[in-house]
């Protein structure tokens, strides 16, 4: 096969695209797509700062390379989700891509606060993922308004939207499905902008762009992820897709174009204040803070116990 680009031979073939491509135009191809989903979708500017939630994994890693690239005043912003080796070596790779390049990165080390991922899951009993999602939403919308960045950034691909978007209309989540966008705006005065740049860039495309670009990223999959509904729905995805290339980009494509300008917009309700934090809220506190509460009720409970 020969590179759809220069004619030199082809080193990826995207089948959905009905493209080949050599590495120094698959390179150029994957960062173009990004700078038309940031212009198509007016995501940010280039005199806006961006703050890019950085994983350390591929998708992360290569949008934050990518930003670099197209010439975007960015700032990584990680979570030490304090989930054993997993996270120590999460938080090593996006600490050293960041050094390597002289980037600022804000790093929340959780286990410092009290709030490993494990630790209150377990106390407060609830689904890691789920704690997990809470401290990232939280931390992600708090240091973004605090630090002063008018949009936060994360790294959510095709695969990833496929997959929510799925499960969203298997279970006919309308304000789910409404509030599924590439961009979200601001509906209370402390959240900021929410943009997905890479989400019309496969899984397998960003994983070839970070390989291509030499970038060191954590393979490993979290180890609380397996199993996980959304695993399942991107297992299915990827046998339609193999069959038919494209599915998954036809699916969320034309959900974004034909079905969600249908959806009403009261579909999507506006946050209240969190008497706790003060960040947005569905209730008289956050969810964040009815985790914090709860962790620390039942640790002194804990300790009460071990001292009797
Ligand atoms: P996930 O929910 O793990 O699929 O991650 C989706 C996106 O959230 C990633 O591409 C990152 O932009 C962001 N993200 C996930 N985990 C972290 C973390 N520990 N610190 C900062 N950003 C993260
Ligand atoms: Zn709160």
Redesign the pocket.
Known sequence: MKCTRCKSPAEVELRQHNAGFCRACFIFYFQRQVERAIAKEHMFSPDEAVL??????K??LA?WDVLIALGYQTTG?????GIGTY?DQ?TTK?VAFAEARGLPLITVPLADEGLAVPEIAGLTRRPACSAC?TL?RHY?DQLAIDRGFPVL?????LD?EAARLLGNVLHWQMEHLARQRPVLQPTHERFVRKVKPLFRCSEYESAVYAFFRGIDYIVDE?PN?AGATQLLYKDVLNRLEAASPGSKLTFVQEFLHKAHPALTPTAIEAPQTCQGCGMPSYGALCGFCRLVRETATRRERRQAAERA
């Open positions: 890019v939630a950085v994983s350390g994994g998708d992360s949008l912003l990680h979570l030490s989700l996270s999460s996006t999602g990232k992600f950034a994360t790294g959510h691909n990833d979290c992820a």
